[in-house]
């Protein structure tokens, strides 16, 4: 791959044997500053390209550390141990020995964190080690919390960190090596990110958005999902007789009359103090997921999807329960179940308007689905298919949006832009497969999107396809 500083980078990986077993682990020089230099482009890879630079890091150090932690465990290549029942169901780390998980980066990148249970206690603890492998610790408990995070988002210039910590978020000071704990709630908070300008925080809390300024805390919700639906728009319509007897009764009662005016004049009229707060979107019987604000701030996109009601619900049972009686759980449908619903909804802050995305027009969206069996002649429903967005991925710059669009059916993939201003979609790209669209980077999996990202210039769009 060749990037914005013209390096060409790859990951080289040598057999290196010794007396006791075979290690891997080589790095092609120049990987390391590329990643250093590009954290946003390095950050955004998915799938089994690289997640972040810790991440990557993480990867083979897992494999020097291991030079270490399982060399003592290893069997000698001329060993032929004996297949038996008690020995293919024993603990593993009889077997293999204790290995170590959790590998993390220090943030300034001299030492190495990890778990490891050398002495086989009840639970594990968490080591550090120096970058040359020297220096081996085992850290105290009180010691735990100034650990570095696997996940989270940095600051475009890498000296801040957020991250989520037993549901609150934490604020990190790299730089100045200072932890800040941003909020401190009984409810559970998610997916905190910098806005654009990095002046404030935006989080997920419950169902709803809210931002919060770093300068002077002030917090602000940014929208009002709701459960359940609009109770005004439930109530059933008055009959002609009511309605006919509320007019007749302010018709004839004058002080009635003056009140009801008052209050139609008072719901009319603003306060010039009111506060704003964002429209209230009840959700009924729909899911709520995707929930994302853009660059700009301005556009809060969402999905929702819902499934076809079925009587007729997959169960299985469970026989070892607390209560010592069988209970049921729930399973996945059967084949050939109804496909659930998906709508792609854009709140306009600015207009406080909410509408969603047309998927009718999408090419090849209202390709008859094939018969489920052979025995059926026909040649499918000419309908819309069932079809499922994810994102937006916003350009670095903030003015484009790319979406992904997944068939259910698992035939089609589409890439396309996003107009937020009217939810219009232009297709880019469409991958068909007859039988099963996946692969690398892709995934057979209809919930996953595939990897997709924007190149530095802003104008094009990089992605795996079959």
């Known amino acids: 791959m060749r990037y914005r500083n013209g390096i060409s980078s790859s990951i080289r990986f040598e057999a290196v044997k010794t007396a006791?077993?075979?290690?891997v682990f080589s790095l092609t020089p120049g990987l390391i500053p590329l990643l250093r230099r590009e954290p946003n482009l390095s950050n955004r890879f998915n799938g089994f390209m690289i997640t972040s630079y810790e991440y990557t890091m993480s990867v083979l150090l897992?494999?020097?550390?291991s030079m270490f932690t399982t060399?003592?465990?290893c069997q000698p290549a001329s060993a032929k141990p004996?297949?038996?029942?008690?020995?293919?169901?024993?603990?593993?780390i009889q077997s293999v020995g204790s290995l170590p998980d959790s590998i993390r980066w220090a943030e300034d990148g001299r030492r190495v964190y990890f778990k490891w249970n050398p002495d086989f206690t009840e639970a594990d603890s968490f080591y550090s080690v120096s970058r040359d492998g020297k220096q081996l610790?085992?850290?105290?408990?009180?010691?735990?919390?100034?650990?570095?995070?696997?996940?989270?988002?940095?600051?475009?210039?890498?000296?801040?960190?957020?991250?989520?910590?037993?549901g609150d978020i934490y604020l990190h000071d790299i730089k100045r090596k200072k932890l800040i704990q941003v909020t401190n709630t009984v409810e559970r908070e998610t997916q905190?990110?910098?806005?654009?300008?990095?002046?404030?925080?935006?989080?997920?809390?419950?169902?709803?958005?809210?931002?919060?300024?770093?300068?002077?805390?002030?917090?602000?919700?940014?929208?009002?999902?709701?459960e359940g639906s609009d109770p005004e728009q439930d109530a059933p319509p008055p009959s002609d007789n009511q309605r006919w007897l509320k007019q007749e009764q302010r018709r004839l009662s004058t002080v009635l009359d003056k009140r009801l005016s008052k209050k139609e004049r008072r719901r009319k009229q603003k306060p010039v103090n009111a506060a704003h707060h964002p429209k209230t979107i009840y959700l009924a019987k729909q899911q709520l997921a995707g929930l994302q604000l853009s660059l700009d701030q301005r556009y809060v996109t969402f999905r929702l999807s819902q499934s076809e009601d079925?009587?007729?619900?997959?169960?299985?049972?469970?026989?070892?329960?607390?209560?010592?009686?069988?209970?049921?759980?729930?399973?996945?449908?059967?084949?050939?179940?109804?496909?659930?619903?998906?709508?792609?909804?854009?709140?306009?802050?600015?207009h406080d308007t909410v509408y969603y995305a047309r998927t009718d027009s999408i090419p090849g969206i209202m390709d008859p689905v094939p018969a489920e069996t052979s025995a059926d002649s026909g040649q499918g429903e000419a309908k819309a298919r069932s079809v499922i967005l994810y994102g937006p991925f916003w350009s670095e710059d903030g003015q484009h949006a790319l979406v992904v669009g997944r068939a259910w059916d698992n035939k089609d993939r589409w890439?396309?832009?996003?107009?937020?201003?009217?939810?219009?979609?232009?297709?880019?790209d469409r991958q068909h497969d007859p039988a099963w669209i996946g692969g690398p980077g892709i995934s057979g999996w209809v919930y996953y999107p595939g990897w997709v990202q924007w190149l530095p210039d802003n104008r094009r769009v990089c992605f795996q396809s079959e």
Do not use: H
Request: proline content about 8%; aromatic content about 12%; hydrophobic content about 40%.
């Open 71 to 73: 060399s003592g465990f």
């Open 20 to 23: 006791k077993s075979i290690y």
């Open 192 to 226: 905190p990110r910098f806005t654009y300008q990095e002046e404030a925080v935006v989080f997920r809390r419950g169902m709803n958005l809210f931002k919060i300024d770093l300068a002077n805390g002030s917090l602000i919700q940014i929208t009002d999902f709701r």
């Open 62 to 65: 897992f494999l020097l550390i």
């Open 415 to 428: 890439i396309m832009l996003l107009n937020p201003q009217n939810g219009a979609l232009t297709v880019l």
């Open 310 to 350: 079925n009587r007729f619900s997959t169960e299985v049972p469970n026989y070892v329960a607390e209560d010592g009686y069988t209970e049921m759980l729930p399973a996945r449908p059967k084949v050939g179940s109804p496909p659930p619903s998906f709508k792609f909804g854009i709140y306009d802050l600015v």
């Open 82 to 92: 004996e297949l038996t029942v008690a020995g293919i169901m024993r603990d593993p």
């Open 137 to 166: 610790n085992k850290l105290e408990p009180e010691d735990y919390q100034w650990l570095p995070t696997r996940e989270g988002q940095y600051s475009r210039d890498r000296t801040l960190k957020l991250f989520v910590r037993n």
